[in-house]
């Protein structure tokens, strides 16, 4: 293989290499979108626990969680989870 056909080859490859990052790219771009568009996962982790979505096993974990670390409460707390 010559210099010129290696200089070739490796543009191809440089070029082939590209297109498919842009495609990749492309065909992702909904997901970027979709998760900036989503509220928080906090949120919506606390909608459903209080919706009653968990298990009552869940449900336990969660309340003894938002027990412990209140709102109006002054940190820090030196109770464990």
Excluded at 13 to 42: C, F, H, M, Q, W
Aim: proline fraction near 4%; hydrophobic fraction near 35%; avoid cysteine.
């Amino acid at each position: 293989m010559t210099l010129v056909n290696t200089r070739a080859a490796l543009e191809k490859a440089i070029t082939d290499e590209i297109a498919r990052l842009e495609k990749e790219e492309s065909d992702n771009e909904y997901k970027d979108k979709r998760a900036v568009a989503y509220p928080p996962i906090g949120d919506q982790l606390d909608d459903l626990y209080h919706k009653g979505a968990f298990s009552d096993e869940m449900k336990a974990k969660l309340k003894k969680v938002k027990t412990i670390f209140q709102k109006d409460k002054k940190w820090p707390i030196k109770e464990e989870i």
